[in-house]
T-cell receptor, first 114, second 118 residues
């Protein structure tokens, strides 16, 4: 089955700096990669996603990159703000028996220091 | 819409007791997922329903776990008997699956149920 590794597990940055979270996946059939943000006491919420036919996608201060050959994808947050503090999960999705099976990474706890 | 609703939000029980977690998906969604989140193993898919039918239960840990979806607006996850190692946060998520291979469907998560088994 799919295996998604995520690094680092914790990340502290000063407000205004950039944060980068990296993931690797093992199944070459995975072709959709969402990123979720989980705030304390809440469920994960989708913040950005990328499909395998795209190398990069940007939404304001958030960007994702995908290297299909290396099976790497990354989340970049620029000009970090205290409200960016949360746990971030990457995920890899593949078609399996007519439905989309999602495998999550282990999460990165991001702390933005004011 | 109120989003995915889960109850209870917190559950503390003793080993050996039966635990039932409840989920109400977003109205109109046809896919429902149960996940378990722990520090050690992260977010694991337990079971997936499509149109109320269990499609993938390969993540259900063992026979002590069972899930049902009697109708489109309600699902339960039951643990009987519960054990301390079942302590975790259990999430329910729902999505609208179009069935198209080219579409990917955002999963909307509930707030979770924090289960503690003593």
């Amino acid at each position: 089955g799919e295996n998604v590794e995520q690094h680092p597990s914790t990340l502290s940055v000063q407000e205004g700096d950039s944060a980068v979270i990296k993931c690797t996946y093992s199944d070459s059939a995975s072709n959709y990669f969402p990123w979720y943000k989980q705030e304390l006491g809440k469920g994960p919420q989708l913040i950005i996603d990328i499909r395998s036919n795209v190398g990069e996608k940007k939404d304001q201060r958030i960007a994702v990159t995908l290297n299909k050959t290396a099976k790497h994808f990354s989340l970049h947050i620029t000009e970090t703000q205290p409200e960016d503090s949360a746990v971030y999960f990457c995920a890899a999705t593949r078609e399996l028996g007519g439905y989309q099976k999602v495998t999550f990474g282990t999460g990165t706890k991001l702390q933005v220091i004011p | 819409d109120a989003g995915v609703i889960q109850s209870p939000r917190h559950e503390v029980t003793e080993m050996g007791q039966e635990v039932t977690l409840r989920c109400k998906p977003i109205s109109g969604h046809n896919s429902l997922f149960w996940y378990r989140q722990t520090m050690m193993r992260g977010l694991e898919l337990l079971i997936y329903f499509n149109n109320n039918v269990p499609i993938d239960d390969s993540g259900m840990p063992e026979d002590r776990f069972s899930a049902k979806m009697p109708n489109a607006s309600f699902s339960t996850l039951k643990i009987q008997p519960s054990e301390p190692r079942d302590s975790a946060v259990y999430f329910c998520a729902s999505s609208l699956s179009s069935g198209s291979r080219s579409s990917y469907n955002e999963q909307f998560f509930g707030p979770g149920t924090r289960l503690t088994v003593l």
